[in-house]
Nanobody, 129 residues
Framework: QVQLVESGGGSVQAGGSLRLSCAASGYTYRSCTMGWFRQAPGKEREGVAIISTGNGNTDYDASVKGRFTISQDNAKNTLYLQMSSLKPEDTAMYYC??????????????????????WGQGTQVTVSS
């Protein structure tokens, strides 16, 4: 059973930085794509950043491009999200997610949560002005 455990959330002032980590376990093979999502109160869950575990390609939501960086350490089965120049509107619960591990070619390269099968419990990020 695949498990994803996030850590690194917290409270920071606007302009500050945080690094989120996601430890993955229970795999025989790596997921095709991993990503970070967030959900603010009263809003839908949205994609923040995704990374292909095979070739390292990345994609970001326009709202975080240039401020956030997604990366992976395959040896440690860990996904990261480095967040800089944080804004109050970045306040949300942040979730780590992973797609299935097979038939990667048929998975849409997209920030849509619908593509992702496995989810962590989330870590809260709060940015104050």
């Amino acid at each position: 059973q695949v498990q994803l455990v996030e850590s690194g959330g917290g409270s920071v002032q606007a302009g500050g930085s945080l690094r989120l980590s996601c430890a993955a376990s229970g795999y025989t093979y790596r997921s095709c794509t991993m990503g970070w999502f967030r959900q603010a109160p009263g809003k839908e869950r949205e994609g923040v950043a995704i990374i292909s575990t095979g070739n390292g390609n990345t994609d970001y939501d326009a709202s975080v491009k240039g401020r956030f960086t997604i990366s992976q350490d395959n040896a440690k089965n860990t996904l990261y999200l480095q967040m800089s120049s944080l804004k109050p509107e970045d306040t949300a619960m942040y979730y780590c997610a992973a797609t299935r591990t097979y038939n990667c070619y048929s998975i849409s390269w997209s920030l849509s949560p619908m593509n992702f099968r496995y989810w962590g419990q989330g870590t809260q990020v709060t940015v104050s002005s």
